[in-house]
């Protein structure tokens, strides 16, 4: 079993910035790849980035690359979301979640623990 808390939501300003954090506790969190999923109300839940166990390789949505950076630090059992030039269709609630694979990053059905999520709202 892992355990996911997210925080680091609220509303910001289009252009602003935020930082995600996720907190993991239970089985070793450096076994996990972890990602960030978002569903907005009306759409389909959305891989936002995924990241390694080791942290080596990382995965961008195409419409994330170059605004947003996920990282993560084994030794604090934490990932994070840097979330940049945010925009209001970024407005959604943010989740991360954690896999055993790697092979699994695209897939939100791929993840077996997924944190309760984080409201993030860009006003215009």
Same mark, same amino acid.
């Given at each position: 079993q892992v355990q996911l808390v997210e925080s680091g939501g609220g509303l910001v300003q289009a252009g602003g910035s935020l930082r995600l954090s996720c907190a993991a506790s239970g089985r070793p969190f450096s076994s996990y790849t972890m990602g960030w999923f978002r569903q907005a109300p009306g759409k389909e839940c959305e891989l936002v980035a995924a990241i390694s166990s080791s942290g080596i390789r990382t995965y961008y949505a195409d419409s994330r690359? !170059?605004?947003?950076?996920?990282?993560?630090?084994? !030794?604090?059992? *934490?990932?994070?979301?840097?979330?940049?030039?945010?925009?209001?269709?970024? *407005? $959604?609630?943010?989740?991360? $979640?954690? *896999?055993?694979?790697?092979?699994?990053?695209?897939? $939100?059905? !791929?993840?077996?623990?997924?944190?309760? !999520? *984080?409201?993030v709202t860009v006003s215009s």
């Open positions: 690359k !170059g605004r947003f950076t996920i990282s993560r630090d084994n !030794g604090k059992n *934490t990932v994070i979301l840097q979330m940049s030039s945010l925009k209001p269709e970024d *407005t $959604a609630v943010y989740y991360c $979640a954690a *896999t055993l694979y790697w092979s699994n990053y695209r897939a $939100a059905a !791929g993840y077996d623990y997924w944190g309760q !999520g *984080t409201q």
